[in-house]
């Protein structure tokens, strides 16, 4: 929950920019994770979890690298 409230108050506050695009694809990340590991059960499956989130990880660090070179541009 209070993952979600720090992100609706980042897009209300209304800035702009790498630092708070990247901290909403941060936000975003944890939310993901725990969503996959509390219910989607897979903290009952590790090996499962680790591979989803090396997977969502990678996924990740795509997207902030992207955001990074679009906001070096």
Known sequence: MALSA??????LIGQTGLIVALAILMLAWAKAL????????????PAWGRGFAIVLGAYMILAMALVAMAGAA
């Open 6 to 11: 720090s992100t609706t108050l980042i897009a």
């Open 34 to 45: 725990i969503i996959l590991r509390s219910y989607l059960g897979l903290a009952a499956a």
